[in-house]
């Protein structure tokens, strides 16, 4: 499975080890949860990391990596358990499965339903599975938002 994952140039060296849960908490993990946020296409990748930029805000310091994740690495999120309201922000029950799935160590990705583009999914990477060394991660390349964008 082909992932990709959008970041800052200052975090090329972090950007596949999962530190930015270990300072925050996001949708899918508790603070101090390491856990790399990736998505199945360049355009998703690009809007979930847009919709958490200021308006006026347009880096241009960021890099996108595309990664491979082998296909019997990764486990599917039941879209049965997620509570209803599992779109907003600071869900404490997603927060949850998520940790524990990082914690179980059942699987090296976790592909869990967009709350950004309604029938897409983002993969959760657990740089701590035992396995994580066979994702291979490709080189990093500029990417840069239209200007549009920030009309």
């Not at 300072?23 to 993990?29: E, L």
């Not at 583009?117 to 938002?145: E, M």
């Amino acid at each position: 499975m082909q992932v990709w994952r959008i970041f800052s140039g200052r975090f090329r060296d972090s950007a596949f080890t999962g530190a930015g849960g270990l300072y925050a908490a996001r949708r899918w993990n508790q603070l101090g949860t390491a856990m790399v946020y990736t998505s199945t296409s360049r355009a998703l990748a690009a809007l979930e990391f847009f919709v958490n930029l200021d308006p006026i805000e347009a880096p241009d310091d960021l890099l996108m990596a595309e990664a491979t994740v082998p296909d019997s690495g990764v486990e599917v999120m039941k879209l049965d358990v997620l509570p209803r309201n599992w779109r907003e922000l600071d869900n404490e029950r997603c927060r949850d499965l998520g940790s524990e799935w990082a914690r179980s160590s059942r699987s090296v990705a976790l592909k869990v339903p967009s709350a950004v583009v309604d029938g897409d999914w983002n993969v959760l990477l657990n740089s701590k599975h035992p396995q994580f060394a066979k994702v291979k991660i490709g080189a990093a390349k500029p990417f840069r938002f239209d200007e549009r964008m920030f009309r």
